[in-house]
């Protein structure tokens, strides 16, 4: 089966929990009307589905390929992009001076899912020219802003992110590439940059690259780092394309899935040095980067919803037409495989931990766009604040989730899921890598617990503990109608979990300093614990949302009914692990510090 976009979550979760119409009123964001919102992601919807989606199974097979410097990339790709930048989805967010239709994150949000649902490794592509674009936007001159960012909206030109080498992985303190100025203010590169995920391809004129440098007399470790814009066709003055620059792509990865996404290893300044134009100030460069990273972050996050949607879709789709066994109730005959239990608990699972992350992120950026964009700035800085401690866990949870739901996927196929053939293995394979580019989940972890948490003392996540408890007391109030028993059994369950996190919390703050590696221990149960419950907190907000329209009469009562029985599953199948999350985090420190080196 070929990839259908679920318009209606998408399209509940953006107007029940993340407020669009919220998002509608704020300054710069009046075009994102329901309507025209609707209409654009219906459109994408179709792009997607017709020619994204159905390259996705073939560009695994027969992938991207590298000879003598030259990327080609998998039957498809390359028409599929033109596509793509002529319909203008590479500028959904970004300025309407470049090219661009200026419409709030949360628009782009599930757009950006949709792509990364449909074929993971052609969406990488765009996921980082939207990096590059963010980081010229906030430090790049008004000459580069205007050289470079409509030829990125456009499709024309593609973007990178040079940060990785062979001995700096994820400490980039020890980059080694150096930048030595010129007389003409251009500066020469020279060294090695690995992991450079479409370093080189054939999908569009030119490849620019943003590069992490150090100049001559640098300070050393990471205040010493510099960002450099190093295209692969020197642009002349008229913004035409000039010489061949000296960066080239000497090979490409060969990897376990994103086959089809080229992962350059490039070298810089072979025969010469490759010409390079400083960005915004020297030893600023990491500052810079992380701007890329920080967008590319929440994208990945989207990309770890997208395939896990993706791999449901299969799922469920493959249960209802397999015809395996009798049914367990008694039948005459054999049935398809989602009569029986297991299955159907499989497959809620699969789905429930989708919609819950989607609906998270989501939210997260609703938030991104009201801390940019509301005319208070308390308000502003309220917001962003939200929206940064959600970003590792939306980037981290989901992405672990996605390694989970994908194998649960393989498992409802059975052996025929171990057959590549099938389809549902690729999903398993793609999202493996997402838990580690951009950060790993622990690297996103230490982020939460010593930037996110410990920093303030823990105040924005308590202010978020104080919206669950909010939503709780909305579903103790919620009464007992025809739904109230699941809306209770919701209410217990969130704030079992609700205490556990506001417990975590309090354990970070008041240990970080006299037992760092014992808090730093239990990090990642910890981010995963934030994401099960506030992914619970949306999952309960939906159910009271669903209960509310039914009540009303609006809408299509299949859907809000499905909803509810979902958020229910969540809470006592997800939502419970919660305690025992808290018990491995507060008290399972001794464990993990017990051996000495020489034991392992």
């Not at 808090?519 to 910890?526: I, M, R």
């Amino acid at each position: 089966m070929s990839y259908v976009a679920p318009l209606k979550d998408m399209l509940f979760v953006m107007n029940e929990l993340a407020g669009l119409s919220e998002v509608n009123a704020l300054p710069n964001c009046e075009d994102a009307t329901p309507e025209t919102v609707e209409a654009i992601l219906e459109e994408k919807a179709k792009f997607c589905g017709e020619v994204v989606a159905p390259l996705n199974h073939s560009a695994d097979k027969e992938p991207s390929f590298w000879s003598d410097g030259k990327v080609t990339t998998s039957k498809g790709f390359k028409e599929a992009f033109k596509q793509f930048g002529e319909a203008g989805w590479q500028g959904v967010q970004h300025p309407v001076e470049f090219g661009g239709q200026g419409l709030p994150k949360l628009v782009a949000t599930p757009c950006i899912e949709m792509l990364n649902s449909a074929n993971l490794s052609f969406a990488l592509c765009p996921l980082l020219t939207d990096g590059t674009i963010e980081a010229l936007m906030t430090a790049g001159t008004d000459e580069q802003k205007n050289t470079y960012l409509s030829n990125f909206i456009s499709g024309k030109w593609t973007g990178t992110m040079n940060l990785t080498e062979p001995q700096a992985g994820s400490d980039l303190a020890l980059v080694r590439t150096r930048a030595v100025p010129q007389d003409d203010g251009s500066y020469k590169l020279s060294g090695t940059k690995i992991f450079i995920t479409y370093g080189e391809h054939d999908m569009a004129e030119n490849i620019v690259h943003l590069v992490l440098a150090r100049t001559p007399n640098a300070p050393e470790g990471v205040k010493g780092i510099s960002l450099f814009i190093v295209p692969k066709f020197l642009v002349k003055p008229d913004g035409s394309l000039g010489e061949r620059n000296d960066v080239h792509c000497v090979s490409i990865e060969h990897k376990l899935g994103i086959k089809a996404s080229p992962t350059a290893v490039l070298q810089f300044g072979d025969h010469g040095g490759a010409v390079g134009m400083l960005v915004g100030e020297e030893n600023r460069g990491l500052e810079y980067m992380f701007i890329m990273m920080n967008a590319a972050r929440f994208a990945v996050g989207i990309q770890g919803i997208s395939v896990a949607e993706r791999a449901y879709q299969k799922a469920a789709a493959y249960a209802k037409e397999r015809v395996q066994s009798r049914d367990l109730a008694g039948s005459a005959s054999a049935v398809t495989i989602i009569h029986q239990p297991d299955v159907r608990r499989m497959l809620m699972s699969m789905r429930a931990q989708v919609e819950a992350a989607r609906a998270l992120a989501y939210v997260a950026a609703a938030a991104s766009d009201a801390g940019h964009h509301h005319p208070d700035e308390t308000t502003r800085k309220t917001n962003q604040a939200f929206y940064e401690y959600l970003v590792p866990i939306v980037k981290g949870w989901s992405t672990e989730l996605s390694i989970d739901v994908t194998s649960t996927g393989v498992q409802v196929h059975g052996g025929m899921g171990f057959i590549e053939e099938t389809g549902a293995a690729q999903y398993y394979r793609d999202a493996r890598i997402l838990a580690i580019y951009e950060g790993t989940t622990a690297i996103q972890a230490n982020d939460l617990v010593g930037r996110k948490t410990s920093r303030d003392g823990g105040a924005v996540a308590k202010g978020i503990i104080g919206q669950v408890r909010k939503t709780e007391a909305a579903l103790a109030a919620a009464g007992s109608g025809e739904y109230g028993s699941d809306l209770q059994a919701i209410r217990k369950r969130l704030a079992d979990g609700a205490s556990a996190l506001e417990d975590v919390i309090n354990y970070v703050v008041a240990n970080i300093k006299t037992d760092i590696k014992g808090v730093f221990s239990g990090s990642v149960p910890y981010l995963k614990l934030a994401g099960i419950v506030l992914g619970g907190w949306q999952m309960g907000r939906a159910a009271l949302a669903a209960v509310d329209k039914l009540k009303a009469g609006e809408g299509d009562a299949q859907f809000y009914k499905a909803k509810i029985g979902t958020a229910r599953f969540y809470a006592d199948h997800v939502l419970t692990q919660a305690t025992s999350l808290r018990a491995a985090i507060v008290e399972g420190s001794a464990g993990v510090l017990a051996l000495s080196d020489e034991q392992f």
